[in-house]
């Protein structure tokens, strides 16, 4: 018997150390080299970045009236996309959940997933063509005296929550599938109808299950920069600024100053998130 038959315990350290390697180097060392980046400057005259602790800024995040806006801005679109999906997620998971036959579930699970299949730029740049001012939006308005709203805050909440939507819709659909069916039944025995039912049983019940997908929707929504470029006109959110001093600007320390906001703020979504036991859903 060799040394991993007989020791279980070393044969499992084995398998777990690549993942632990790439978590510790990878990722954490990843996150360790960005917030040391963020604590250093970057010389006004020469561009060269100055290895100088200091916590300018940070300070400039929250004393520049413009990064705050644009804070507030992302949290918010992200908040606005969260909820526009999970409004959008329940009918559509409710549906595959538990009236669809199970060969409708797997036709429709597989609809839901089809969007992921195609390029996130081009699905970006067809919500584009629909916005423009000569695209289907402008064209379907036009008769009842309106146009497209063009790019914008509006274009970018609606392409995002397109692009989001199935990350919504599967989560919710598995916390339902749980659900038992016999619930329904004890309600409607006892006199509730159907919105009371939803209201006092599915949705507490499933309450986890929104969490779950919102955690998917909002950190997405909140690091997004692509799809504001394409649709958003002169929009900006976080990620365009950490995008915008890392490329032209070249400011490195400023770009990583900016990157740690999405993280803390979605580090305290997270711990919110885990008292509703929604990371069990995931």
């Not at 018997?1 to 060392?29: D, I, N």
């Not at 010389?43 to 290895?51: A, K, Q, S, W």
């Not at 070249?250 to 999405?262: D, E, G, K, R, S």
Request: glycine letters at 8%; hydrophobic letters at 55%.
């Amino acid at each position: 018997m060799s040394l991993l038959e007989r020791r279980p315990g070393l044969r499992v350290g084995f398998l777990l150390m690549p993942p632990m390697l790439w978590l510790g180097v990878a990722y954490l060392g990843a996150l360790a080299a960005l917030l040391i980046t963020s604590l250093w400057t970057q010389n006004d005259f020469t561009g060269e970045i100055e290895r100088a602790w200091t916590l300018e800024n940070f300070q400039d995040l929250f004393r520049v009236d413009v990064y705050r806006t644009i804070t507030f801005r992302t949290i918010g679109i992200a908040a606005l996309v969260t909820v526009i999906d999970a409004v959008l997620a329940f009918p559509i998971a409710l549906y595959m959940a538990k009236v669809a036959s199970p060969r409708a579930q797997r036709l429709l699970v597989i609809a839901v997933l089809m969007p992921l299949w195609a390029s996130y730029l081009v699905k970006a740049y067809a919500w584009r063509g629909m916005f423009s001012a000569d695209g289907p939006i402008a064209w379907v308005a036009a008769p009842f005296g309106l146009h497209s709203p063009g790019y914008g805050l509006f274009a970018t909440t609606v392409t995002l929550s397109y692009l989001w939507l199935p990350y919504m819709i599967l989560p919710v659909y598995a916390g339902l599938e749980r659900v038992p069916s016999s619930l329904f039944e004890a309600s409607a025995d006892l006199g509730a109808g159907s919105w009371h039912t939803l209201r006092r049983v599915v949705l507490p019940m499933a309450f986890p299950a929104f969490v779950a997908g919102s955690i998917f929707t909002f950190s997405l929504t909140m690091g997004d920069y692509i799809a504001v470029k394409i649709v958003g006109g002169t929009t900006q959110l976080l990620g365009n600024v950490v995008y915008d001093n890392q490329g032209a600007a070249n400011n490195l320390p400023f770009a990583a100053a900016v990157a740690t906001v999405p993280i803390v703020v979605m580090l305290g979504y997270l711990a919110a998130a885990r008292r509703t036991g929604a990371l069990e859903q995931l």
